[in-house]
């Protein structure tokens, strides 16, 4: 089993920035899988947002945010963090961490989501 814990989450204006957390335990989860985000604005289908292989060599992202977010990890403490910058009204959605064997397949655990709104 995998338990994922994000954080972070929160309201902010356009143009701030956000820090989200997910911390991973469990003991099906090891260092060794990949880590990412999805996430899913009102109304629409969840979607990519970035993922990270276990040594954080290979990083891949979102046209819609690539450049503005980064996506990294510390594998000390399972976790995998979401810097988010220059934020957008539509970067509103809620932000689930994601885990998986493999960077193909990090949506293998889902957390519960943290909720990002950003106000114009």
């Known amino acids: 089993q995998v338990q994922l814990e994000e954080s972070g989450g929160g309201l902010v204006q356009a143009g701030g920035s956000l820090r989200l957390s997910c911390a991973a335990s469990?003991?099906?989860?090891?260092?060794?899988?990949?880590m990412g985000w999805f996430r899913q604005a009102p109304g629409k289908e969840r979607e990519f947002v970035a993922r990270?292989?276990?040594?954080?060599?290979?990083?891949d992202y979102a046209d819609s945010v690539r450049g503005r977010f980064t996506i990294s990890r510390d594998n000390a403490k399972n976790t995998v963090y979401l810097r988010m910058n220059s934020l957008k009204p539509e970067d509103t959605a809620v932000y689930y961490c994601?885990?998986?064997?493999?960077?193909?397949?990090?949506?293998?655990?889902w957390g519960q989501g943290t909720q990002v709104t950003v106000s114009s």
């Open positions: 990270i292989s276990w040594r954080g060599g290979v990083t």
């Open positions: 469990g003991r099906t989860f090891n260092i060794y899988w990949a």
């Open positions: 994601t885990v998986g064997p493999s960077i193909e397949t990090i949506s293998s655990y």
